[in-house]
C-alpha cells in the first residue's frame, strides 16, 4: 500500500500547492489592497471576451474551456497582466479550469454577472420589467459559481447602464442590484467580494453616476458601490494627459472615495497602438485617482481592438498592439505603484444628498425598488439547485497551441508558469523573450490538457462595439439546467 499512499500524498502535495496561489484582494478607502501584505493593487488588465459579445451562449463561455484559458493565461503573463475582466457568463458551466489556471497565473478575475439571454440583464429604458426573480437565478449564479475563488477581485453589477437612453430610474435600479449583491455575498461567501459598476463615458453625467454609487446611505450601506469601472477611449495614439481629457477625469476623480480604474481602454482610431497612456495612467499624476486598467480587448474581433489574433485551429498570432502593450508594461515601476498609502486607504465616503448630482435629469434620490420577491429567501438559504465553484490542481508548463509573431516567426516553449502562494503575475516577470533562453520550469513538465485545440473558440465573425453589450441579441433561453454537472464533476 505504499506506493499508493505517497500517490495519494503526491496528489495531495499537488492540490495544497494549487490551492492557494493568490491571495484575494479588499477595498480599502479608494485603493485595492492586498489582504495579506497590504500592499496597493493596481489593475494591469485585459478585456477577456474571446469572440466578442457573441462568442457567449448556454454552452460555452469564455471561461468554459481550459486548453484555451491555459493558452491564453500563458500568454498573459508573458505580457505581463494581472487581471482579466470577463463580460457574460453561463453559471451552470463548468469553470473550474479556467479560474484555478489564471489563479496559478497570479492572475485576478473581475466579472459581470449580467448574460444578454433573456433574465439576464436590467433593460435600461424600463428596468422594472427585468428586476424579477427569474434575473437573480443568473445575478447570484455567477456569484455562487465564482465566490470560492480568491482570484476573484469583484463582481460588476452592470456595465453602460446608464446612459441617455436610460429611464431617469435606472441608477436606483442598479444600486438596488448591488445591495442585493453584496447582502448575498455577506450571508453565502466566506468574504466580502467587492461589487462595483462600469460606466459609459458620458461625461455629462459620470460624476453623477460616480456621485450616485459611492455614497452612503445610513439605512442602506450595503447598496454602495465598492469600486467604479469607467470605459474611456480619449487617449488616441500619440497624446499627452492634457490632449487626451485624462488631466479632466484625474481632477475628476481625485476626490472619490472608492477605487476607480478604466474598465476599458485603448482607443484605436491611430493604428497600430503604442499604448502611451499607460505611462500616465500608472504615473505620479493619475496614480491617486485610478487604480490602473484594463485595454481593451484581448483578442482580434471585427471592431479591431485585438492583442492577439485567433486562428480557427486555436493557434495564435501575437499582434504588434501586444508588443506594444508589453513595452509599456516593463517600463513601469511595479514597487512604486504597489506602495500602500494610508491618505488613500482612509479616505471615507460622503452621505448621499441631491446635491451629490448636479444635472437635473439624473435622478437624485435614494429611495431604491424592494427586491423581488424571492430574493431575500436566496439571500437566507442560498440560491436553490445552485453551481458550486471549486479550485482544480493546475499543472504548468508548455501550451499545446503554436504562437507565432507579428512578423510570422514562431514564439517557441511558451509555457504557463504556475505561481507560488499568494504571487501575483508582474510585468517582466517573465520577460519578453520566451523563444530564447527561457529556463524550463522545474519537473512539472508538459501542459495539462491533451492537445484538443479542436475545440478553439474566438473566431472573429460578429462586429461588436467597443461598449459591448448593449445591443442585446434576441436569443432565447431554455429552462436553465446542469446546475448539478458541476457538482458530479468533483465527485
Ligand atoms: C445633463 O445630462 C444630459 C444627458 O443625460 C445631457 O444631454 C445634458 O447636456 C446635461 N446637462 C448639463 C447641464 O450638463
Ligand atoms: C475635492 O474636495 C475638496 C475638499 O473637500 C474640494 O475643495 C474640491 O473642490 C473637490 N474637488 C472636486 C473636483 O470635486
Ligand atoms: C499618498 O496619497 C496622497 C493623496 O491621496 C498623495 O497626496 C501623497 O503624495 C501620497 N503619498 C505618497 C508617498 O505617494
Ligand atoms: C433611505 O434613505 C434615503 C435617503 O438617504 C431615502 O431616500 C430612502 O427613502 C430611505 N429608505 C428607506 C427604506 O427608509
Ligand atoms: C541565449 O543564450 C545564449 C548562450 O547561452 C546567449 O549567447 C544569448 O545571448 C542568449 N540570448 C538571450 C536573448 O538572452
Not at 481629457?245 to 472608492?258: E, H, I, K, P
Not at 435614494?366 to 440560491?383: C, F, M, Q, R, T
Request: hydrophobic fraction near 35%; include cysteine; glycine fraction near 8%.
Amino acid at each position: 500500500m505504499v506506493a499508493s499512499y505517497s500517490g495519494l500524498l503526491t496528489a495531495i502535495c499537488a492540490l495544497a500547492g494549487s490551492a492557494a496561489a493568490v491571495t484575494p484582494l479588499k477595498v480599502q478607502g479608494k485603493d485595492f489592497v492586498n489582504s495579506k501584505t497590504g500592499d496597493r493593487f493596481q489593475i494591469l488588465g485585459v478585456d477577456y471576451q474571446p469572440g466578442g459579445s457573441s462568442g457567449f451562449s448556454k454552452d460555452s463561455d469564455p471561461l468554459s474551456d481550459g486548453d484555451i484559458c491555459m493558452r491564453d493565461a500563458a500568454l498573459m503573463q508573458r505580457l505581463g497582466v494581472n487581471t482579466i475582466r470577463v463580460y457574460n457568463l453561463e453559471p451552470s458551466l463548468d469553470h473550474n479550469k479556467c479560474a484555478s489556471i489564471f489563479n496559478a497565473a497570479g492572475i485576478y478575475m473581475i466579472l459581470d454577472v449580467n448574460s444578454p439571454l433573456t433574465n439576464g440583464y436590467l433593460d435600461r429604458s424600463a428596468p422594472w420589467t427585468t428586476y424579477t426573480n427569474a434575473y437573480y437565478k443568473q445575478v447570484f449564479g455567477v456569484v455562487e459559481a465564482f465566490k470560492t475563488f480568491d482570484n476573484v477581485l469583484g463582481f460588476f453589477a452592470g456595465n453602460e447602464v446608464i446612459n441617455e437612453e436610460a429611464t431617469r430610474l435606472a441608477p436606483a435600479y442598479v444600486r438596488a442590484v448591488i445591495r442585493d449583491m453584496k447582502d448575498y455575498i455577506a450571508k453565502q461567501a466566506d468574504r466580502a467580494i467587492p461589487v462595483g459598476y462600469s460606466a459609459a463615458d458620458v461625461r455629462e453625467i459620470l460624476m453623477d453616476t460616480s456621485n450616485y454609487f459611492e455614497c452612503d446611505m445610513k439605512n442602506s450601506t450595503s447598496s454602495r458601490a465598492d469600486f467604479f469601472g469607467l470605459n474611456s477611449y480619449s487617449w488616441c495614439g500619440d497624446a499627452s494627459y492634457k490632449s487626451s481629457g485624462y488631466d479632466v477625469l484625474t481632477q475628476d476623480f481625485s476626490n472619490a472615495s472608492l477605487p476607480v480604474f478604466f474598465s476599458e481602454y485603448g482607443c484605436n482610431a491611430v493604428k497600430p497602438r503604442i499604448f502611451t497612456e499607460v505611462q500616465s495612467l500608472y504615473g505620479e499624476e493619475m496614480t491617486q485617482a485610478f487604480s490602473g486598467g484594463l485595454v481593451y480587448e484581448w483578442t482580434q474581433e471585427e471592431n479591431e481592438f485585438g492583442l492577439v489574433k485567433i486562428e480557427d485551429d486555436g493557434s495564435v498570432e501575437t499582434l504588434v498592439d501586444y508588443d506594444n502593450l508589453q513595452k509599456q508594461f516593463n517600463k513601469l515601476d511595479i514597487s512604486r505603484i504597489s506602495a500602500s498609502n494610508d491618505t488613500q486607504t482612509s479616505v471615507t465616503p460622503p452621505t448621499c444628498d441631491p446635491s451629490l448630482i448636479t444635472n437635473s435629469t439624473f435622478y437624485n434620490a435614494w429611495n431604491l425598488p424592494e427586491a423581488p420577491s424571492k430574493v431575500s429567501d436566496y439571500i437566507k438559504n442560498g440560491l436553490p439547485h445552485k453551481p458550486v465553484g471549486s479550485l482544480v490542481p493546475v499543472t504548468g508548463g508548455k501550451i499545446s497551441q503554436k504562437v507565432v509573431d507579428h512578423n510570422g516567426n514562431e514564439i517557441k516553449n511558451v509555457e504557463l508558469k504556475v505561481l507560488a502562494n499568494d504571487a501575483v503575475n508582474t510585468p517582466s516577470a517573465l520577460n519578453a523573450d520566451t523563444s530564447s533562453n527561457s529556463s524550463t520550469s522545474s519537473a512539472t513538465g508538459s501542459a495539462s490538457g491533451t492537445n484538443t485545440a479542436s475545440s478553439a473558440s474566438g473566431t472573429a465573425t460578429k462586429t461588436n462595439a467597443a461598449s459591448s453589450l448593449n445591443g442585446f441579441p434576441a436569443v432565447t433561453l431554455g429552462g436553465l439546467s446542469g446546475f448539478f454537472m458541476l457538482l458530479a464533476s468533483l465527485l
